[in-house]
């Protein structure tokens, strides 16, 4: 079928609906240029939460779109594809982390916000990419559990001074970059600035000039006088960073770096959700109120 027919119908019905269309920066082209907002898992759940429109439709991943439901709760959600899941966030359940709890009575837990609802409810305090140093200085305890991401944990380890454990867990796309691929790169485009996401490994990150989260990359492209940028996330980023820099460069290591689950999602399923309002998200009270409170937590850091 016809693209325009399709984008024609999902605008109709997005204001038939009365709905905010959220994007992702790691979604697909076409699906970052019909969208409302788009931008960072938090940037995109505070929009759900201010947003005057009754419905919210986040073209992410399913903790994503919880996220929003944690913190809009009077909306209703739709998430376009329901199978489009993060393996990081899968790879802790809430009786996982009671048992690490157990081990370390007393010490807090921060949670990336790459966790579901249950195992945020279950820790004390989250985090994002762009906070998360930040976050953990500002606990008073000299002790802390970081969970799910260990490359992100070790990197927040290595500005910290507090005794970290680390959860073992990671992304898979961006923990199998080779820091000899980044390299490699490097020595191709000698002017280039290498901007990678604390999700790589950490020989990744040792060769990096600037560790950012995706909303980071995208504020530093724009902000800086440099012409030319390695890139070491997923390859959803080219999208803004191409329309905000058109006289920029933009480079990939020889690395595939594309997220499956972030791809799911197709303007078919976004008319057909928007059509049928499902699939749904929504977070049940007995977790939505602890969940919401980790967050709000994270919220109350004053930002930069
Ligand atoms: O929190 C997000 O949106 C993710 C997964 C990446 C980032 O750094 O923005
Ligand atoms: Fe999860 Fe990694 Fe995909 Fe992000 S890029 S949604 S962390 S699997």
Redesign the pocket.
């Known amino acids: 079928m016809d693209t325009t027919l399709i984008v024609d119908d999902i605008l109709r019905l997005a204001k038939e609906r009365d709905a905010l269309i959220l994007a992702h920066n790691?979604q697909c082209d076409e699906i970052q240029d019909i969208a409302e907002i788009t931008g960072d898992s938090l940037a995109l759940s505070i929009a759900a939460a201010e947003t005057e429109k009754k419905v919210i439709v986040f073209c992410g991943?399913h903790f994503m779109a919880e996220s929003a439901a944690i913190l809009a709760p009077d909306k209703t959600v739709l998430l376009p594809n329901k199978d489009a899941g993060?393996?990081?966030?899968d790879m802790v359940t809430p009786a996982a982390l009671q048992k690490m709890r157990d081990q370390y009575p007393g010490v807090p837990v921060v949670a990336y916000v790459?966790t579901s609802a249950a195992t945020k409810a279950l820790s004390d305090i989250c985090c994002t990419s762009a906070n998360a140093v930040k976050v953990v200085a500002s606990l008073p305890d000299d002790e802390v559990i970081l969970i799910p991401d260990r490359n992100l944990g070790q990197y927040i380890a290595s500005h910290v001074d507090k005794v970290c454990h680390l959860w073992e867990g990671c992304?898979?796309?961006?923990d199998q970059l080779l820091s000899e691929q980044v390299v490699a790169c490097k020595e191709e485009h000698p002017n280039a600035i290498c901007m990678a996401h604390p999700?790589c490994p950490p020989a990744v990150l040792e060769v990096a000039d600037q560790i950012l989260s995706t909303g980071g990359m995208l504020e530093f492209a724009r902000t800086s006088s440099h012409k030319s940028f390695i890139i070491a996330t997923?390859r959803g980023i080219l999208c803004q960073l191409r329309k905000d820099n058109p006289d920029k460069e933009f480079i990939f290591p020889e690395y595939e770096f594309i997220?499956e689950?972030?791809k799911r999602t197709t303007l078919e399923d976004l008319r057909s959700c928007l059509q049928n309002m499902e699939p749904q998200v929504s977070v049940a009270e007995e977790i939505r109120v602890p969940a919401h409170r980790s967050l709000e937590r994270m919220l109350a850091i004053p930002r930069d």
């Open positions: 790691y991943v993060c393996p990081m966030a790459n992304c898979p796309i961006h999700e997923e997220c689950d972030m």
